[in-house]
């Protein structure tokens, strides 16, 4: 989990709470940043898969405390965010991973599913990242939302995912101006296709080599590469950037409504 283009300790001294630690992108993250010197909490609803994200930074020499909540729910999610900040001290970074997705056209979508995806990543986005401002390092904050191309570009049975998203981005470049004179900066990261993760295995299901082949890069991304750029937007190198949304979608955003339209809708 070590990226060689950046230096082990870029991250010595953090404490880094993650949400959705427990399994793809967001464990990559959590690994990445305790191979790069942070402490990290993790937090997601079962605890033995947090357990097993706990396990493997552990067993690599880093520390990691992983506490059970559901982003959905406030009070809860502060519960978790106060355990972590008392076991390793006030945050300096803040990872709001937490997301659910599945297919649906909209006109076979339910209230209660649409408003679920809403409530797991828009919600939990601004819940993960309200509750741990109460534990917020005095300085050099830094939160990174993880979004993706659909709050960018429509994508057909995917309009609770689009509009849930792109709410994602706007709270991000809200809280980008209101959070900054207190020391804190905020950004999003907008992964493409990942292979190995169940986002990206629902999306491509049936028809991987397909996907694989519309994308200008003509593959799937790595969860290394999503942990990898995480770890440069919450790092020194990126210091001066704020309210930003950053893609590493291999050119899926390039593709645009109609192309997603011709490949989904196959």
């Not at 067993?59 to 992983?66: I, L, S, V």
Request: proline content about 3%.
């Amino acid at each position: 989990m070590h990226n060689p283009y950046l230096a082990r300790d870029i991250l010595s001294g953090d404490v880094a709470l993650v949400t959705g630690g427990g399994s793809g992108i967001n464990q990559g993250i959590a690994r990445m940043f305790a191979a790069h010197g942070a402490r990290v909490v993790v937090v997601g609803r079962r605890q033995e898969k947090l357990d097993e994200t706990c396990a493997l930074i552990q067993e690599a020499g880093g520390e990691a405390e992983g506490y059970s909540a559901d982003v959905r729910d406030f009070d809860a999610m502060g519960e978790a965010a106060a355990r972590g900040a008392r076991r390793f001290g006030p945050y300096s970074i803040v990872v709001a991973g937490a997301a659910g997705n599945f297919l649906s056209p909209a006109a076979q979508l339910s209230g209660n599913g649409f408003g679920a995806v809403v409530d797991i990543d828009l919600k939990g986005t601004f819940h993960t990242f309200r509750t741990c401002l109460d534990h917020f390092a005095d300085e050099n904050v830094r939160c990174l939302a993880i979004t993706a191309p659909q709050s960018q570009v429509p994508m057909p049975f995917q309009s609770h995912v689009c509009a849930a998203k792109a709410g994602v981005d706007h709270l991000v470049r809200s809280l980008a101006m209101e959070w900054g004179a207190r020391g804190a900066r905020i950004n999003a990261l907008s992964p493409g296709y990942v292979e190995g993760t169940v986002g990206g295995d629902l999306l491509a299901a049936g028809k991987a080599e397909k996907v694989q082949k519309s994308l200008p890069l003509s593959r799937f991304a790595t969860v290394d590469e999503m942990a990898g750029l995480a770890t440069v937007l919450v790092s020194p190198l990126t210091a001066y950037m704020t309210g930003q949304v950053v893609a590493l979608d291999g050119g899926v955003s390039l593709i645009g409504g109609a192309g997603m339209m011709e490949l989904m809708g196959s």
